[in-house]
């Protein structure tokens, strides 16, 4: 297809590597709402192959469209990679972001039916949306470009792009769980809606088990024939190829700000401001899926067991705030502050506080400070596709005196990360006794989990990651 004669987009100067189109809901560019934030997350994961190849990054700007600017295209090119943004209506904010995908997609997919709500005009808006994304970035595509679009938000993308013509090798990632068929069934036209998943060339998920879990509901509801060995499903005379691909950390990044004056600065402020005790940190998005209520009353259920903790251990729980238009997010966070309010009334000295909660975001380097800082790191999701967070924890830790990982069972990172000291995050009492562990392990002991987690870490990177589904989605 030919591109708009006002359209300059660069392509990839590597002959024998094809242009990578990206197509997600957030594109990092700058105060975009719903954009990939400082804690990484898919701006971070993409954003190297992108560079590699000149890549274009298509999606939402995060702004609401003014008036008579529906159909306009930004476009601009930093460090290598283009950005193509669009603006969506309020009318589109509310239906297919606030609603369908974040009210009813996001919730199920975490297991959280109690959350999930189905409303048939949210239904309708995220279609639309879908529809106008392959309107806008079709003409943009060459034929002979890779596309890989991601996440929950444009699950149709990939049918709504054939349906315009397009031949080209198309992927899609999914970058959270993919549920049981026992809860995906709740999913009103959920037949339809993986139906336009199998137009895909190639389905990524973060682990072994998600994918289990797609396969088990293509063969057994949609009578798709299943090829559990290689991840072939075919259906209707087309054929998708569905593989775990777990993600990574751009590692020699990530490492190299442990170099620099803003993470140096960012540890010894945190170290300076414990007043010797062990500082122990969780970084996470504010949403119910990360389990910061629970884990606050498992660090209560310790200092409930363990009084002197209080001058043994400082918790410091940042969460910047995300969607905060959608009401269930807005309770998380009276939740929260009303929890750690109680422990910090009941615990607290004129001159010692337990828990100390951020509500907002920092920079990567200052986060590795902080990590660096921390001897334990608390990530414990009740439910999560991977989880970056604990993978940089590792990663910033001192090699000659790391921190422990206190990581829940129910991360897709638990499956790369065994040595980490794994709980259950919805009891109080394992968490307590996790951290009372990692506050009592020795020296050796956390040398040698460091150790094994380091090299998962390093090696399974981001890189690795793009490399693996890139060559299967272009090799076919």
Known sequence: MCRPSEQTLERSPLTSDPRLVVISNRVAVPKARGAAGAQGGLAGALHAALKSRKGLWFGWSGQESESGRTGHIDTQTNDGVTTATIDLSQRDIDEYYNGYANSTLWPLFHYRLDLAEYERETGKGYERVNERFADQSAPLIEPDDVVWVHDYHLIPLGERLRSRGLKNRIGFFLHIPWPPTRLFVSLPYHERLVRTLLYYDVVGFQTEEWLASFLHYCENELGAQVDKASGAVSFEGRTTIARAYPIGIDWDHFSNLGDTGEARQAEQRLLSSTRRRTAMIGVDRLDYSKGIPERIDGIGRFFDSNPEGINDLVFIQIAPPSRED????????????????????????????????????????????????????????????????????????????????????????????PDAVLVNPHSPDDIAHAIRTALDMPLDERKARYEKMIGTVRDDNVQDWTASFLRDLVEG
């Open 326 to 417: 959608v009401d269930s997010y807005q309770a998380i966070r009276a939740e929260l502050e009303q929890k750690c309010g109680q422990i910090n009334g009941a615990r607290s000295e004129v001159d010692l506080v337990p828990i100390r909660y951020v509500n907002r975001g920092y920079s990567h380097a200052e986060l590795f400070g902080f990590f660096r800082a921390a001897k334990i790191g608390l990530v414990t999701p009740l439910r999560d596709g991977m989880n970056l967070v604990a993978k940089e924890y590792v990663a910033a830790q001192d090699p000659e005196d790391p921190g422990v990982l206190i990581l829940s069972r129910f991360a897709g990172a638990a499956a790369q990360m």
